[in-house]
Structures are given as C-alpha cells and as structure tokens.
Nanobody, 128 residues
Framework: QVQLVESGGGLVQAGGSLRLSCAAS????????MGWFRQAPGKEREFVAA????????YYADSVKGRFTISRDNAKNTVSLQMNSLKPEDTAVYYC?????????????????????WGQGTQVTVSS
C-alpha cells in the first residue's frame, strides 16, 4: 500500500481555480493508478478523476469533464488535480486515492468501495 497526504484545498469564489496535490510514500507508487474522489455534506462519496500508472490515460466524472485535469509525476511521487471554473456544487472534501488496479476506481459503484489506499481529505469550498 501507499500512504497519501493531500494539500491545496481552501475557499474560492465561483469561477475560480484551485490545485490539489497528493504526496505519496511507498516504492511502488509508479505502479499504482491514482485518483480523486469527493464527498459533499449529506452525500455519498463520488468518483472525480483517475489516471493510470503511466499517466497515459485519464478518466473524469461527467460533472467535472472539461474543467478538471488530473496529472501525476512519478519521479516526485505526486498526483495533482487542477480545478478550473469551480462551481458551488464542487464544494466537498476531496480525497486522494490509490490502487494497483485502475478498475477499482469504478468497480462496485462510483464511491470506490474497492480502492485500497486513501488520504485524509482536504476541504474545498466554492462560494457563490
């Protein structure tokens, strides 16, 4: 498993941008698919984006497609989520996630029940 620590959350006005980062520890980081989920108050956790171990493929929830970009740097053991054109409905706790199998990010539903490693979460608040 890998250990994950998120940073970069905060308060931003609608239409603004934030960049989330996730630092991973563990020698096998470069072999893991990485991704982001979010959970808004009173709602189930939901998939946001994922990227394959090589960075060659990225996947996005329809709600963020065209606004968010996921990237990774295997040399630095980091994965990032660039969030542009933020909306109040993007307000949530954002969680970094990792799994050796990219299919885990959408297996069993959009809340990632089979994903093995999780960060502690970082709050993103978008004001209207």
């Amino acid at each position: 498993q890998v250990q994950l620590v998120e940073s970069g959350g905060g308060l931003v006005q609608a239409g603004g941008s934030l960049r989330l980062s996730c630092a991973a520890s563990g020698r096998t980081f470069s072999t893991y698919a990485m991704g982001w989920f979010r959970q808004a108050p009173g709602k189930e956790r939901e998939f946001v984006a994922a990227i394959t171990w090589s960075g060659g493929n990225a996947y996005y929830a329809d709600s963020v497609k065209g606004r968010f970009t996921i990237s990774r740097d295997n040399a630095k053991n980091t994965v990032s989520l660039q969030m542009n054109s933020l909306k109040p409905e993007d307000t949530a706790v954002y969680y970094c996630a990792a799994d050796p199998n990219e299919g885990a990010f959408w297996a069993g539903g959009t809340h990632g029940p089979f994903v093995r490693s999780w960060g502690q979460g970082t709050q993103v608040t978008v004001s209207s």
